[in-house]
Structures are given as structure tokens and as C-alpha cells.
């Protein structure tokens, strides 16, 4: 698997409120971590897949994607626009892509081995992953650190009870990245945002390689009350205040990759992670709440 290797640097970081060394924990300047702005919106958002209200057209997108391992360019712009408003996170990305591709339609299907686009929302014990592919088939989970399991009270609750087959419960360790200084975490592959919408809207003709597409859109709305398994043990506000920060990740992953010169892993994010692994939240960028 590829890898570029991660600057450290000297001394002891402060990861999610826990100091580890720079030995535990390939290192990305937190400098060179992307910061993006979510926009408040008055107005009411139908969850077409389409971007066409004046709130998503007027807001500003997020720089393009680069390469996940190694940050460089990538041969398609895919980009990223948040808004917000009392009930709702909304999630709009711009996908360009000349021949537009899928195949998974049964939900929770592997669809990262399609074409997809994908967000992780971070919390202080727990963090959410979503999925969607072309066809709108959704994967998603939720992964909660083992260290903060008891201590947070989240093994309490009855939505997350391990012992319950549907939540198609399972330890994981990461993806290209196994020495995470959190250790192990929980993955409640089951588990779904409660209330969520969902929806994509296809400029072109869906798995028709005889003509060239534009690409693909995608529209999101999380309900804020859904997040508060994220920061269980010590709740910060939903919705967030202005001027509130939160760390999400924004990705895409491709089952083509472009011929050289460029060095592409197929796996490509509003900010890069060094290593094939898009669950550290600590490369996760910034998104500040703005109104």
C-alpha cells in the first residue's frame, strides 16, 4: 500500500485533549490542515440533489480536492459547500466526472468500492461515517473509541447495545493506519442517522460510457439532534453557536485511477491524510459555523 511519509515534529501534541508524542503519531502541521466556513441559511432547502437554491448558489465552494496520501492535484474538481440553520447540517458536493459510474443499490453495500464521496463528522468519543454512491445508495456507521466506551455512558443506551444483531457490531482498527494513539475503536455498522436526507442528481447519463457526463451532485441534511451520541459525556451545543469550530472530513474514492504522470491513489479529500485512511480525526478539517 502506498504511503508518503508525514512530517513530525519534536515534543508532545495535543490530540482530542490527550498529549502524545510525535513517535505515536504521524504528524501533519496543523497549518496545513484545510478550514472551511458552514453558512447560515434562512432559507427552506429541498433535498433534491440539485444545489440550485440561492443559499447553495451564493455560498462560496471549499478549495478542490487533492490526493489523499500525497496532497497533490487531482484530474477532476470535486468540491464541497456547507450551510446551516436551527435543525439541519446541509451538505452539497460538486463531483465532476465525464463517464459517471455505479452499481451497488442495496444500502450499506460496500459502495467505497464504487465511485462515492463521503463526510465524517468527529466528536470527542465517537465519530459518524457516511457514504453515498452515484445511484444514491447510502453506507453508513457509527465508530466510537473502546477507551471511552464505559467512561462516556454510551454503552448504556439501548441504540448501541452490542449484543444487538441488527447494529452489526465489530472492533476496528483503522484502515492503512493501525497505531492510532486512541487504540481500537467500536464500529456500529448498523447504526443510521436518525431522520437524515439524502439525494443525488446526475448531469449526464448514468453508466453510459458513450457520451461524455458533466458529473454528479449530491445533497445532504443531518438533523443536529442525531449528533449527540458524537460528544455524549460532555454535549456541546446543537446547533452549533456562530463562530462554534467542529471537525469534518470530506473525501472521494474512485474505482478508476488517471494515468500517469499523476501519482493517483483513487482516493481523493478536501484535505490529505499522508496515508491511505480517512478515519483519524485529527486530519479532519476545520469547519467554523458561521451567521
Do not use: C
Not at 30 to 36: A, G, L, P, S, V
Not at 74 to 95: P, Q
Amino acid at each position: 500500500m502506498n504511503r508518503v511519509t508525514s512530517a513530525l515534529i519534536l515534543g508532545s501534541i495535543l490530540l482530542f485533549g490527550r498529549a502524545v508524542t510525535a513517535q505515536e503519531f504521524p504528524w501533519i502541521a496543523d497549518e496545513k490542515i484545510t478550514r472551511i466556513d458552514a453558512l447560515w441559511t434562512d432559507e427552506k432547502i429541498e433535498i433534491d440533489g440539485k444545489l440550485n437554491e440561492k443559499s447553495w448558489v451564493e455560498a462560496k465552494p471549499s478549495p478542490r480536492f487533492v490526493d489523499l496520501i500525497s496532497g497533490e492535484p487531482t484530474a477532476y474538481s470535486t468540491t464541497v459547500k456547507l450551510l446551516w440553520d436551527d435543525k439541519y447540517l446541509y451538505v452539497g458536493y460538486e463531483i465532476e466526472e465525464p463517464n459517471v459510474r455505479g452499481k451497488f443499490t442495496q444500502r450499506d453495500s460496500p459502495i467505497y468500492e464504487d465511485n462515492d464521496v463521503e463526510i465524517f463528522i468527529a466528536g470527542e468519543n465517537a465519530y459518524y461515517e457516511f457514504e453515498i454512491n452515484s445511484l444514491g445508495t447510502i453506507y453508513e456507521g457509527l465508530f466510537v473509541w473502546q477507551k471511552d466506551f464505559e467512561s462516556s455512558g454510551l454503552a448504556k443506551l439501548k441504540e448501541l447495545d452490542r449484543t444487538n444483531p441488527v447494529l452489526r457490531f465489530q472492533e476496528f482498527n483503522g484502515v492503512g493506519f493501525t497505531k492510532h494513539p486512541r487504540g481500537k475503536r467500536w464500529a456500529f455498522l448498523g447504526w443510521d442517522f436518525p431522520e437524515a436526507k439524502t439525494a443525488v442528481a446526475v448531469q449526464g447519463t448514468l453508466n453510459d460510457d458513450k457520451d461524455k457526463d458533466r458529473g454528479w451532485t449530491v445533497e445532504l441534511a443531518f438533523p443536529w439532534e442525531g449528533m449527540k451520541l458524537l460528544n455524549y459525556s460532555n454535549p456541546r451545543p446543537l446547533p452549533p453557536k456562530p463562530a462554534d469550530q467542529w471537525r469534518m472530513d470530506f473525501s472521494r474514492f474512485n474505482q478508476y485511477k488517471v494515468q500517469p504522470p499523476l501519482n493517483d491513489s483513487g482516493g481523493w479529500a478536501l484535505s490529505y491524510h499522508g496515508i491511505w485512511d480517512s478515519h483519524i480525526p485529527e486530519y479532519f478539517p476545520y469547519v467554523t459555523f458561521r451567521k
